[in-house]
């Protein structure tokens, strides 16, 4: 049987389009292909290199906060989640890589101290008496403390209003200080969605905390609760990191300010708690 030969020509053609094929990853022919980003890197010893060589990240965050931070059927959701997943990003690091941990509001600086996480973003205010234990980047959110009343109390429309009064709010919390501080009666609890079932009941008059948390809850549970009040405290969240780190301070303060620059902060704001609240200029970060 005789075999039948190609001409050389359909040879070179075919060896061409195959070179061609495997060069592009099998991209049809007279289409684009777009390089991979290039691998971050960062000074030897750093704790961002540390990160990025071992390609995953652990953050701690609130689990059982509307808007910010909730632990949805997908996992984690929300704006502190969100930002969390642009410093990984910026790392190198894809969002399944992250190692997500829930942090209630008194487990916040041991977690830090312990090196159970590498950062918290979870609704974490900066104060002074903190920052003798961890340090702070941020902040990239300006909250105020305001008051989640029944939907049908006429009676409590301000601080002044809680003087003397049971009110809910969470162990280790800024809020918690500050009830004491008017002269309300703090009951306290680990989470704030714990305080919900005390306000139906009436074991206690209202619940407070951060305004931005009250109305992810009331959202949540439309029609049962009110937002009530001008927020009386102001409350700049921060990213929580290992005290004294400032090379990965520095260096999280900078990448907020990219992701102001660049829309990916706006666009967080709006996929999340935006669909409630408004969006707000983010603060400038505290270089300290």
Known sequence: MKRMRLPLIALAAAGALALSACASGGTPAGEETTAPEPAPTFEEGTTMAALAEAG??????????????????????????????IIASELGIAEEDIEWKEAVSANREPFI????????????????????????????????????????????KSEDDLVGQPVCSVTGSTPAAKLAEIGAEPVLTDTYSNCLEPLRSGAVVAVSTDNVILA??????????????????EEPYGIGLALEDTDFRMWINDVLEKAYEDGRYEEAWNATAGTVLPFVEPPTPDRY
């Open 56 to 85: 995953t990240i652990t953050i701690g965050t609130k689990f059982d906060q509307p808007l910010f931070g909730l632990n949805g059927p997908n996992g984690p959701e929300g704006f502190d989640v969100e930002i969390g997943k």
């Open 113 to 156: 101290q312990n090196g159970e996480v590498d950062i918290v973003v979870a609704t974490y205010t900066i104060n002074d008496k903190r920052k003798e234990v961890v340090s702070f980047a941020g902040p990239y959110y300006m909250a105020g403390q305001s008051i989640l009343v029944l939907a049908d109390n006429d009676d409590i």
């Open 216 to 233: 992810g809850l009331a959202a949540q549970n439309e029609g049962e609760f009110k937002v009530v009040g001008e927020p009386f405290t």
